[in-house]
């Protein structure tokens, strides 16, 4: 069973930069794709940015495109997301989740989530 655990969210002001964490169990990570995903009160779960198993593509929303960065050290077992130029629209819950397949911006198509890290950007 993979567990995934996602850190590094916070309060910040706009125009300023958090970086995410998500670290996952187990000893397959490397042949998972990762996703990040955010969702905001009251409104559906959106993707955000993915990356494939060794690293070497990724893929990015375009409301975040140009801003925010994703990358991945295997032998850490973990995924990063590097935001910069945060906007009060980003706010949102983060959430983290893999699949064992190529990445994906869909939702739906991933196996195993995190519980999520609170992002909220004051204007």
């Known amino acids: 069973q993979v567990q995934l655990v996602e850190s590094g969210g916070g309060l910040v002001q706009a125009g300023a930069s958090l970086r995410l964490s998500c670290a996952a169990s187990?000893?397959?990570?490397?042949?998972?794709?990762v996703g990040w995903f955010r969702q905001a009160p009251g409104k559906e779960r959106d993707f955000v940015a993915a990356?494939?198993?060794?690293?070497?593509?990724?893929n990015y929303a375009a409301n975040v495109k140009g801003r925010f960065t994703i990358s991945r050290d295997n032998a850490k077992n973990t995924v990063y997301l590097q935001m910069n130029s945060l906007k009060p629209e980003d706010t949102a819950v983060y959430y983290c989740?893999?699949?064992?397949?190529?990445?994906?911006?869909?939702?739906?198509?991933?196996?195993?989530w995190g519980q999520g890290t609170q992002v909220t950007v004051s204007s």
């Open positions: 187990g000893r397959t990570f490397d042949l998972c794709a």
């Open positions: 990356i494939s198993r060794s690293g070497a593509t990724t």
């Open positions: 989740a893999l699949r064992y397949a190529d990445y994906s911006d869909t939702a739906g198509q991933y196996n195993y």
